[in-house]
């Protein structure tokens, strides 16, 4: 798992304002372990993040033939996408663009976000600010339940970790 500070902070106030777009919507389950009860936030699916049972390849082709439309109506994508190959990779895929949106009150289960054998989960915090006293802090788990860490939502804040 890694963490930036300070990616891309000129993104943090124009991405804040998509939370006015009409395609959220307050349906997002997440992919809860056996057992657990799924929870409902606020979601906004950018691009296959409804889809299953396709390959990683598959998913990475429809993005490609839907990127034009992707960076108009939504133009920090390609930004923090470029930002995030720089960082880690050139040659990364993406398989997915999805916002995620917490209310007070909100929380998550525990859950993968892939059942592949393999994925980088990123997460960019565009909130324009946060007071720890707030908490909200994302939790990351070892696939033993443990702990491995509890990461505040600072603004323009990108996390990476494995997504399974």
């Not at 296959?48 to 992707?70: A, D, M, T, V």
Request: proline share 7%; hydrophobic share 35%.
């Amino acid at each position: 798992m890694t963490i930036w500070d300070d990616v891309c902070p000129e993104l943090v106030e124009g991405m804040f304002k998509i939370r006015s777009k009409p395609k959220w919507a307050f349906a997002n389950t997440s992919k809860a372990l056996a057992g657990s009860i799924p929870i409902t936030s606020w979601g906004l699916d950018i691009c296959n993040f409804g889809e299953q049972g396709k390959s990683p390849e598959e998913l990475e082709q429809k993005i490609r033939g839907e990127w034009e439309n992707i960076s108009k109506e939504y133009p920090f994508v390609p930004k923090l996408w470029c930002k995030i190959k720089k960082l880690v990779e050139p040659d990364i895929k993406m398989t997915r663009v999805f916002v995620n949106g917490q209310t007070y009150g909100l929380g998550d289960n525990i859950h993968p976000d892939t059942r592949s054998s393999s994925g980088i989960t990123f997460v960019y915090y565009f909130n324009p600010q946060w007071d720890p006293e707030w908490d909200g802090q994302t939790i990351i788990y070892t696939n033993e339940g443990e702990i491995l860490a509890s990461i505040l939502p600072k603004p323009g804040r990108l996390i990476g970790f494995d997504s399974r």
